[in-house]
């Protein structure tokens, strides 16, 4: 039987630095990896960033991870080109005006962003029950879905040993971001989320069936969003071994993600809703290059984190210095052949979201 604990654990992996966004009447969606911050190929942007405030205080709302029951939305035959200033042509989300001023919105931002897990609780009740009174609005499903993802990712100390419960947030988190992609199949953001939650509970329950589902939904998102959904294909292999040939696929698709992203995409830099996609980011980046030996590139992204002009309020300086000071231990310590000492990376931490989303 599978531990509650470990497949919270697989699962979490997946929900670092959250994404979610923009305005309803936007046809483009946000990836996540970002150009250097300085000179720096260290961006790995898991954030969908607005670049029209008006617009965008309503459309936030999607950026954990999930997985649909639907299958997902064809890709194109070719990458869509990127929208100057926005997502790529193809992707829409359907957010509405109500769903994105009703109170249970604005309370899960505000709870998020204050990395309030305490206050969690309460911003996944009513987000339960706007979903509830509006089964057709994709912004409450989704919301509701990376409400739980969030809990599974950065449990508080109540939550921590509540094993049931850790498990009913796994499942509502994949029903409600299922719904949400049946509700709008534009929304290729989703796949970020979900095909990786399938991934990872396939894995975990030896269903190759279900792998390969969240692989194609994955990859389909990819192809119709690569700047957005490369980063969950990172996530997906980075904690494999360093010498396993899969934790390449991650350096990999990093090293694609900086590439895909171009500078006006909204999912390219902070964002009042991601206030420190960058910082957050980098470290992301620079974790998977430190890993892989690369200590140019791992410095780079770790660096690189400090040139964002909104650097001066990010609460994770002591993380990133504790980073550049250990970067030669840490490199030696995921080749070495002793796998308990191996340094815990940000895709494993207790702070995957608040490093990204927390003002």
């Not at 009447?25 to 946000?30: G, N, Q, T």
């Not at 057709?136 to 419960?165: C, I, M, Q, Y």
């Not at 988190?173 to 049946?182: G, H, N």
């Not at 171009?262 to 470290?283: I, Q, R």
Request: charged content about 20%; glycine content about 6%; proline content about 7%.
């Amino acid at each position: 039987m599978l531990r509650p604990a470990v497949f919270a654990s697989s699962l979490a992996l997946i929900a670092a630095c959250a994404d979610v966004d923009q305005s309803p009447i936007e046809a483009s969606a946000p990836p996540r990896l970002a150009r250097p911050l300085a000179d720096t190929s260290t961006q790995a942007v898991h954030v969908d960033a607005q670049a029209d405030d008006a617009a965008t205080q309503s459309e936030d709302a999607a950026w954990l991870l999930e997985d649909a029951a639907v299958a997902p939305p064809s890709a194109p035959t070719a990458p869509s080109a990127p929208r100057a200033g926005g997502r790529p042509s193809g992707v829409a989300t359907c957010y509405s005006a109500l769903s994105s001023s009703h109170p249970a919105t604005v309370a899960f931002w505000a709870a998020l962003r204050a990395g309030d897990l305490e206050g969690r609780p309460r911003a996944i009740e009513a987000l339960t029950a706007a979903a509830a009174e509006y089964p057709n609005e994709e912004e409450f499903a989704l919301l509701l879905g990376l409400a739980h993802l969030w809990r599974v990712a950065e449990p508080n100390v109540t939550e921590l040993f509540d094993f049931a419960g850790l498990l009913s947030a796994v499942d509502t988190t994949r029903a409600e971001l299922e719904r949400a992609a049946a509700l709008c199949p534009t929304d290729h953001r989703i796949a970020a989320w979900l095909g990786p939650v399938l991934i990872r509970s396939g894995r975990m329950a030896n269903e190759p069936a279900e792998i390969d589902r969240g692989m194609a939904i994955l990859d389909a998102g990819i192809e119709a969003y690569p700047a957005f959904v490369l980063f969950s294909k990172v996530l997906v292999y980075a904690d494999q071994p360093a010498d396993d040939p899969d934790f390449v696929r991650a350096v990999e698709a990093i090293t694609a993600n900086i590439g895909a992203c171009g500078p006006t995409d909204p999912a390219c830099g902070n964002h009042p809703k991601v206030a420190h996609n960058l910082e957050g980011s980098a470290v992301f980046l620079g974790d998977v290059y430190a890993k892989a030996g690369d200590r140019a590139r791992a410095l780079a992204a770790y660096q690189g984190a400090r040139a964002s002009a909104d650097y001066a309020s990010w609460d994770y300086d002591a993380v990133l210095s504790a980073r550049i000071s250990a970067l030669d231990l840490h490199m030696a310590s995921a080749r070495n052949e002793n796998p308990f000492d191996d340094p815990q990376w940000a895709w494993s931490t207790s702070f995957q979201c608040s490093i990204c989303h927390r003002e």
